[in-house]
């Protein structure tokens, strides 16, 4: 089935650690995108990336980077998690044209840092 | 900047009732809208989206949006709520012509029998 495929679901990460989510896409989108989802606060941009070789900064993006090494594949890399950054995180990407606009999701990746 | 207000953070509704979720938006400019859903443990997934074509906007499920320039609204609505209704709503701007977007808090709906 086409889509966004994020890997792990869930994990429990011990704070300090170092922690990549994994995201791949095969619509061939341009657009790629990570978003942290937390109660209350609906999602918020961590980074994103408008095509392959490219990334920004969203609105939250201290205490985490991405890499766009290729159209497919967007990871998300926790360099030394702290027991804020739990939360569920989506990937998303779209086609990056005006017409549009529209994102498809993962099914996200729930982290729990202790 | 363009962001969204969505004004209720809960709504609970019986089923075979109306649904109303509210969104004010703020944009210098015409602004594309969306409104998304998210069932439990699950992604985001388009119910439907406004562009500058018509203002009434027919979405998935039976949901259907209107887009108010001049309340700066797009209310989401269902004229009958199903059990499955039952999911957390965002109202979202877009913000860049990339798709970079910003979401709104989230509504949560409950139904119930």
């Known amino acids: 089935i086409a889509g966004i495929t994020q890997a792990p679901t869930s994990q429990i990460l011990a704070a300090g650690r170092r922690m990549t989510l994994r995201c791949t896409q095969d619509m061939r989108h341009n657009a790629m995108y990570w978003y942290r989802q937390d109660l209350g606060l609906g999602l918020r941009l961590i980074h994103y990336?408008?095509?392959?070789?490219?990334?920004g900064k969203g609105e939250v993006p201290d205490g985490y980077s991405v890499s766009r090494a290729n159209t497919d594949d967007f990871p998300l890399t926790l360099a030394s998690a702290v027991p804020s950054q739990t939360s569920v995180y989506f990937c998303?990407?779209?086609?990056?044209?005006?017409?549009?606009?529209?994102?498809?999701f993962g099914e996200g990746s729930r982290l729990t840092v202790l | 900047a363009q962001s969204v207000t969505q004004l209720d953070s809960h709504v609970s509704v019986s089923e075979g009732t109306p649904v109303l979720l509210r969104c004010n938006y703020s944009s210098s400019y015409s602004p594309s809208l969306f409104w998304y859903v998210q069932h439990p443990n699950k992604g985001l997934q388009l119910l439907l989206k406004?562009?500058?074509?018509?203002?009434l906007v027919k979405g998935i499920n039976g949901f259907e949006a209107e887009f108010k320039k001049s309340e700066t609204s797009f209310h989401l609505t269902k004229p009958s709520a199903h059990m499955s209704d039952a999911a957390e709503y965002f109202c979202v701007v877009r913000t860049d012509s990339w798709g970079k977007l910003q979401f709104g808090a989230g509504t949560q709906v409950v139904v119930t029998p």
């Open positions: 990336s408008n095509t392959a070789g490219t990334t």
């Open positions: 998303a990407s779209s086609d990056g044209t005006a017409n549009t606009g529209e994102l498809f």
């Open positions: 406004y562009t500058s074509a018509a203002t």
